[in-house]
């Protein structure tokens, strides 16, 4: 029991970043009908970032905190100039064409990273005050994990007030499902997709932060992990948050579980699951039939 606990808890605390991720891509799909692969890229410049700022070294927690939110601003602005330049311009073009655009990105991205802080892998320690494990019934689990599956849940609540009890949120709703009435009532569509892209962007950076103490980080990081949480978008059901968060705590779960009792499935799990639940339910756990419709 106390092993299956402690695969649990690691799981959901690996699921965290590809919930912070994926409910990035959700929103921008949601709102912006865009499959954005640039995020994987967004991702790797909030893990960089941070492992540039700190050395690798085991920082202070107000330090890693504020290298954290760096990372997400750093992401952020990127995703908001990015919107401007390259995305704007491809609102009308067919799907695949935005596809393009957006891995484009994330190629000029990986490139200007290489530029920047290098090809070579690096590893970031964690805070000293997280370092080391717990006892939870009886199951051992890092400080950090814990602190991980805490700020999920923090995130999910916080992501759900702001699109439903807010009032940019129901600016949001309103361009998600119907963009010409909601100008006609005097929202701005332009603003509205241009700031989703960027809170979009910067809850990819601060995945990235958050999960640099746990992986080899390098500019390429972020093309392995962008189709782990495409997968975890496509089972959540495109368009939907709360769909991404159940659909990144099965992953995460499945994806250690794998570790702890069949290791020759791991890294396949992802994979897996999406070909278990399109088979079953085509839309996602909690998508909509129509795959164009909005559930933000």
Known sequence: MSQLLSVLLSGVAY??????????????????????????????LGALLTAGLLGGTAPSLPAFVLAVLLGGALA???????????????????????LLGTYAVLLALEGASEVVWG?????QRQPELLAGDVRVAGAAITVYDLVLVAVGIVVAVG????????????????????????QAIGIN???????VFG?????????GALMAPNVAISP????????????????????SVEGSLIAAVLAGVAETAAVAYAPALTGFTF??????????????LLGNARLGRAQT
């Open 15 to 44: 699921g965290v970043p590809l919930f912070l991720v994926a409910s990035g891509l959700t929103l921008i799909y949601g709102v912006i009908r865009v499959l954005n692969f640039a995020h994987g890229a967004f991702f790797v």
């Open 220 to 239: 390429s990081l972020g093309n392995a992990f962008i189709l782990q949480c495409f997968a975890v978008v496509i089972v959540g059901g495109l368009g």
């Open 271 to 284: 994979y897996i699951l999406v070909a278990v639940v399109l088979v079953l339910r085509p839309q996602g």
């Open 119 to 123: 090809t070579d892998s690096r590893s």
């Open 189 to 195: 569509a332009k603003t509205v997709l241009l700031l």
């Open 199 to 207: 809170f979009g962007s910067m809850l990819a950076g601060i995945a």
């Open 159 to 182: 992501l759900w007030l702001l699109i439903n009890r807010t009032r940019p949120g129901r600016a949001v709703r309103a361009i998600a499902q119907d963009a010409t009435m909601a």
């Open 76 to 98: 952020g602005a990127v995703g908001l100039v990015t919107e401007m330049s390259v995305v704007r311009r491809l609102y009308r073009a067919e799907h695949m064409t935005m």
